[in-house]
């Protein structure tokens, strides 16, 4: 059974549709990317899951105990972090951390979360959250939401205003923490980031789920390309056409793809006499499929 | 319900002007008894040293901030995502309100204490200073009559701040409503006059409360065109209407 089920969930503004018929699960112990373009419903399915929103029709159930806007005592142990951090400037990282820790008896271990993610350090100590770089608020909320030692987290663009080192220490808690049973649900437009550590993707565009899968799932759709430099781009792009391979030239490199295997294209190449000069691999770039799939999914198909 | 009143409290005071506000409470008479000599007597040691201006003044601006802050921190998500219900957070926030008035009151209180004892040493709170009756009873009156004046003022703020999650439009009427009420008198006399049923209008109510232990019940009724039992019932009335639609735009308000 999943730790959170989504069910087929309507939420209107008036008379426009910002979720329809939203459904997707999460297991314990997987980290999934709700991913979409801006105005998609990502944050407003977060907000409905969170009981910040009401919705229409449907269930949401956590745990198999329901959250609704009205009722959502399960909340208990979701922590989340949804748009940016919600900090008090006169108060200070360890009073934030003692301030949302009041409401259960099985907290965090400060020091342990404090350093985890990094607010122990000495920028931190007695400073008002008011004084914070957006780098560090980021970092305290996300401290926050995990406080409560939440069974699922759920974080909306995690990663804003964070640098480099912090994002990489930020991935690696968060593979920490879902190894250890939590799940996660995040949003991020950070796809490259997102790619290296979710295990499953959610896809919504206008509202509507039109993806849900793992990640080897998602990527066994996107095909094997090949980029490579050629003694005779024309003569290559010619084999492509006579092969049935799907063929472009790109700034005087060759893209190539659509052939069962690497060695069938070499082949057939020294049979035409084309010598290869340098040659990469691209495999599955989340990215890149999410836009072909919203194009896709925006001309109806 | 402890946990969260404890939660309100701990972010309470963790911000200094809490602490401002409380000195300038004791303060407050003190400087008004020390720098006034006409303000040594009677009428101004049972208002507190006309600290309950002030403490009204501060109250306002407390509920205001109470939610309003929530808002604009972008607070009032973790406050709301939680286990508990928008009804026991609702709850949560007038129980520290209403706290922080009698704290207030008890800062000015201590003030006037002190400036009695300094500036007007003689003064006898046995003897009988107004239709109330002896200085303890009228201070006790006026404290009672500004607090409840301040819970009606409150819920009016606290429902101007959840419709528009802004403190300043909030202040801005609560300060007219403490300010502007000889004006809220004469236009509430003039519309009365031409339409009886406006009497119970609900400035009509609050200038009857506020004039409540500071003139006598036919005095009123003169005033207000109802009893003053009447006048307590129509305020009790407001107060709790207004406090449920507060309470009904705070539970519908998605954030």
Same mark, same amino acid.
């Given at each position: 059974?999943?730790?959170?089920?989504?069910?087929?969930?309507?939420?209107?503004?008036?008379?426009?549709?910002?979720?329809?018929?939203?459904?997707?699960?999460?297991?314990?112990?997987?980290?999934?990317?709700?991913?979409?373009?801006?105005?998609?419903?990502?944050?407003?399915?977060?907000?409905?899951?969170?009981?910040?929103?009401?919705?229409?029709?449907?269930?949401?159930?956590?745990?198999?105990?329901?959250?609704?806007?009205?009722?959502?005592?399960?909340?208990?142990?979701?922590?989340?972090?949804?748009?940016?951090?919600?900090?008090?400037?006169?108060?200070?990282?360890?009073?934030?951390?003692?301030?949302?820790?009041?409401?259960?008896?099985?907290?965090?271990?400060?020091?342990?979360?404090?350093?985890?993610?990094?607010?122990?350090?000495?920028?931190?100590?007695?400073?008002?959250?008011?004084?914070?770089?957006?780098?560090?608020?980021?970092?305290?909320?996300?401290?926050?939401?995990?406080?409560?030692?939440?069974?699922?987290?759920?974080?909306?663009?995690?990663?804003?205003?964070?640098?480099?080192?912090?994002?990489?220490?930020?991935?690696?808690?968060?593979?920490?923490?879902?190894?250890?049973?939590?799940?996660?649900?995040?949003?991020?437009?950070?796809?490259?980031?997102?790619?290296?550590?979710?295990?499953?993707?959610?896809?919504?565009?206008?509202?509507?789920?039109?993806?849900?899968?793992?990640?080897?799932?998602?990527?066994?759709?996107?095909?094997?390309?090949?980029?490579?430099?050629?003694?005779?781009?024309?003569?290559?792009?010619?084999?492509?056409?006579?092969?049935?391979?799907?063929?472009?030239?790109?700034?005087?490199?060759?893209?190539?793809?659509?052939?069962?295997?690497?060695?069938?294209?070499?082949?057939?190449?020294?049979?035409?006499?084309?010598?290869?000069?340098?040659?990469?691999?691209?495999?599955?770039?989340?990215?890149?499929?999410?836009?072909?799939?919203?194009?896709?999914?925006?001309?109806?198909? | 319900?402890?946990?969260?009143?404890?939660?309100?409290?701990?972010?309470?005071?963790?911000?200094?002007?809490?602490?401002?506000?409380?000195?300038?409470?004791?303060?407050?008479?003190?400087?008004?008894?020390?720098?006034?000599?006409?303000?040594?007597?009677?009428?101004?040691?049972? +208002?507190?040293?006309?600290?309950?201006?002030? /403490?009204?003044?501060?109250?306002?601006? @407390? *509920?205001? #901030?109470?939610? &309003?802050?929530?808002?604009?921190?972008?607070?009032?998500?973790?406050?709301?995502?939680?286990?508990?219900?928008?009804?026991?957070?609702?709850?949560?926030?007038?129980?520290?309100?209403?706290?922080?008035?009698?704290?207030?009151?008890?800062?000015?209180?201590?003030?006037?204490?002190?400036?009695?004892?300094?500036?007007?040493?003689?003064?006898?709170?046995?003897?009988?200073?107004?239709?109330?009756?002896?200085?303890?009873?009228?201070?006790?009156?006026?404290?009672? +009559?500004?607090?409840?004046?301040?819970?009606? /003022?409150?819920?009016?703020?606290?429902? @101007? *701040?959840? #419709?528009?999650? &802004?403190?300043?439009?909030?202040?801005?009427?609560?300060?007219?409503?403490?300010?502007?009420?000889?004006?809220?008198?004469?236009?509430?006399?003039?519309?009365?006059?031409?339409?009886?049923?406006?009497?119970?209008?609900?400035?009509?109510?609050?200038?009857?409360?506020?004039?409540?232990?500071?003139?006598?019940?036919?005095?009123?009724?003169?005033?207000?065109?109802?009893?003053?039992?009447?006048?307590?019932?129509?305020?009790?009335?407001?107060?709790?209407?207004?406090?449920?639609?507060?309470?009904?735009?705070?539970?519908?308000?998605?954030?």
């Amino acid at each position: 059974m999943a730790l959170l089920e989504v069910k087929n969930i309507d939420k209107n503004f008036g008379k426009t549709k910002a979720m329809t018929n939203v459904s997707f699960n999460v297991e314990a112990g997987h980290i999934v990317g709700l991913i979409g373009p801006n105005g998609a419903g990502k944050s407003t399915t977060m907000r409905a899951i969170t009981g910040l929103m009401s919705y229409s029709n449907g269930t949401i159930l956590f745990d198999d105990k329901p959250i609704t806007f009205s009722d959502h005592q399960a909340l208990d142990k979701v922590g989340n972090l949804i748009e940016y951090p919600a900090i008090y400037p006169n108060m200070t990282a360890l009073e934030h951390l003692n301030l949302y820790a009041m409401d259960t008896q099985d907290s965090a271990d400060f020091k342990d979360l404090m350093h985890k993610t990094q607010i122990d350090g000495d920028n931190f100590g007695k400073r008002k959250a008011k004084n914070f770089s957006l780098g560090m608020k980021q970092r305290l909320g996300i401290a926050i939401a995990l406080i409560r030692n939440p069974k699922l987290v759920i974080l909306d663009e995690p990663m804003n205003g964070l640098d480099p080192q912090s994002v990489h220490d930020l991935r690696e808690l968060i593979r920490d923490l879902a190894d250890q049973g939590v799940a996660f649900l995040i949003s991020s437009h950070l796809l490259d980031e997102l790619q290296k550590l979710v295990d499953d993707v959610v896809i919504i565009n206008h509202g509507k789920i039109i993806e849900t899968a793992t990640m080897t799932e998602f990527f066994s759709h996107d095909k094997v390309r090949w980029v490579m430099d050629t003694s005779d781009n024309d003569a290559t792009v010619q084999l492509a056409q006579d092969n049935k391979w799907t063929v472009t030239v790109d700034e005087g490199h060759v893209q190539l793809s659509g052939a069962d295997n690497l060695q069938n294209v070499i082949t057939a190449m020294n049979h035409a006499d084309i010598q290869i000069q340098t040659l990469n691999t691209v495999t599955g770039n989340l990215e890149k499929s999410l836009l072909d799939m919203l194009a896709n999914d925006d001309k109806g198909e | 319900m402890l946990t969260l009143m404890k939660q309100e409290y701990y972010k309470t005071f963790k911000q200094n002007r809490l602490y401002i506000w409380l000195g300038l409470s004791v303060i407050f008479p003190l400087a008004i008894m020390g720098i006034f000599k006409s303000q040594r007597g009677a009428g101004s040691i049972t +208002d507190l040293g006309h600290a309950t201006f002030y /403490v009204y003044l501060v109250g306002i601006i @407390i *509920t205001a #901030l109470s939610v &309003s802050q929530e808002f604009s921190f972008g607070t009032i998500r973790p406050l709301l995502s939680r286990r508990f219900s928008r009804g026991m957070i609702f709850t949560s926030k007038l129980l520290l309100n209403l706290s922080i008035y009698i704290t207030l009151f008890i800062g000015a209180f201590i003030g006037t204490m002190i400036g009695q004892l300094i500036f007007a040493p003689k003064f006898d709170f046995s003897e009988r200073v107004s239709y109330a009756g002896n200085g303890w009873q009228t201070m006790g009156i006026t404290v009672i +009559d500004t607090l409840f004046q301040m819970i009606f /003022v409150a819920a009016l703020v606290l429902l @101007i *701040t959840n #419709l528009v999650k &802004s403190s300043g439009a909030a202040i801005g009427l609560g300060v007219v409503m403490i300010v502007g009420t000889p004006i809220l008198s004469s236009i509430s006399m003039l519309l009365i006059n031409m339409a009886p049923i406006l009497k119970w209008n609900p400035f009509n109510i609050f200038i009857g409360m506020a004039a409540y232990g500071q003139a006598s019940p036919s005095m009123i009724k003169s005033m207000v065109h109802m009893s003053q039992g009447t006048v307590v019932i129509a305020y009790l009335v407001y107060i709790l209407a207004m406090y449920v639609i507060a309470y009904l735009i705070f539970k519908k308000r998605s954030v």
